[in-house]
């Protein structure tokens, strides 16, 4: 009996490259048309096939601890609502995250007041769950950047031996599948991270007591300047070349590294509420997508806290330089057990 073809009378190369085109909205429509077409979706050349014509859309994926050692993944459904995700094999406190392509990669963090070198990968495919080759050394609170298809790590463990000291900062190359050493100069070493970011070709790594950079191309360490380290206040991400976070007074802040200074982003005042609890940010295909802690309702179980969203389409007065935003929508995403708090989300093209 001859295969059936995904699309009759369509050769099946046309076919990939036609489904492929599909929003992502409507592909669990499109898996109920035939055997076929479901299975193609599943698949890896499907994915592949959407990289090479650019028709991916990027997906938020979020981050929460529930309890004291229990953490949470989902990632943001079509209709606002978060979905939740296969648990984390073996969660840990303090780790750092990087995307690459279609993978989530969760680095180091402690298990049980432990320090680890491990890594796991999120394949976003297929929702998976796989063990990534281990660090060198192990670190907690780390800072992270992806650069040319690399991930570096900085920090995060204390120096007192060669090995820390030699591996203080690490790269991994996924072509090569492992973690090789980055030389850094010794009186960086003691600095402890908070936060980290990247922006023009550079890995930020925010620490206690003044920020440093890592050119990865000529390998250059330099102090970050002032301003920047005065004005990044928690958890930031960057979008179009601008850096955004949220500070202490509730306010939005992007800082423009060529220029080196921080502006409000304006236009949000009816959009946003006043304080933001535990503001997170990820860019999701150009816009600022920003995540926050709610109190919530009594139900039977007790108190609730909901997880609020906002999406924000950001953008810069040539004239003037001013940052101004547009909130496209917000929505409560999701009810979880007072307590909770997030930990971090990214953004996924698939």
């Known amino acids: 009996m001859k ?3 995904l699309i009759p009378s369509l050769p099946d190369d046309v076919a990939v490259n036609c489904l492929a085109r599909v929003p992502r909205s409507q592909h669990t429509t499109l898996s109920l048309v035939s055997k076929p077409i479901r299975s193609l979706i ?4 499907f994915f592949t096939a959407r990289s090479l014509i650019h028709s991916t859309q990027h997906i938020l994926y979020l981050s929460l601890r529930t309890r004291a050692t229990t953490l949470q993944w989902f990632t943001l459904h079509n209709n606002h609502r978060l979905i939740p995700l296969p648990p984390l094999p073996s969660p840990a ?4 995250y990087a995307v690459i392509g279609h993978t989530i990669y969760i680095i180091g963090g402690s298990i049980n007041d432990i320090p ?5 990968i999120l394949d976003c495919r297929f929702h998976r769950w796989l063990p990534g080759p281990s660090m060198r050394v192990s670190r907690e609170f780390a ?4 650069i040319d298809g690399k991930i570096y790590v900085i920090g995060g463990c204390v120096p007192d031996n060669w090995t820390r000291s030699a591996n203080w900062a690490e ?6 599948g492992r973690w090789e050493s980055v030389p850094s100069p010794p009186e960086i070493r003691e600095k402890w991270m908070h936060a980290s970011a990247v922006m023009d070709g550079k890995v930020y790594a925010m620490a206690d007591r003044g920020g440093v950079s890592l050119e990865p191309r000529s390998g250059t360490w330099e102090s970050v300047g002032t301003e920047l380290d005065l004005g990044w206040r928690g958890r930031a991400c960057v979008v179009n070349g601008i850096l955004y976070c949220y500070d202490y007074l509730g306010k939005i802040k992007g800082f423009d590294v060529k220029k080196g200074l921080w502006k409000e982003l304006k236009g949000l005042d009816k959009g946003l ?4 609890c535990g503001a997170t940010m990820a860019d999701v295909g150009g816009k600022l997508v920003v995540v926050w802690e709610c109190q919530g309702n009594l139900n039977r179980k007790g108190k609730e806290m909901e997880i609020w969203c906002a999406e924000i389409a950001v953008n810069k007065n040539n004239k003037d330089g001013e940052l101004w935003g547009e909130v496209c929508w917000v929505k409560n995403v999701l009810s979880v057990p007072k307590g909770s708090s ?5 953004s996924v093209a698939l």
């Open 143 to 146: 800072a992270s950047g992806v």
């Open 342 to 346: 997030i930990v971090h989300c990214s």
């Open 3 to 5: 295969n059936q073809n």
């Open 42 to 45: 599943s698949s890896p050349l």
């Open 116 to 120: 680890s070198r491990h890594v796991w």
């Open 273 to 276: 509420p006043r304080f933001l």
């Open 93 to 96: 406190i303090g780790s750092c």
């Open 171 to 176: 790269v991994f190359d996924p072509v090569i």
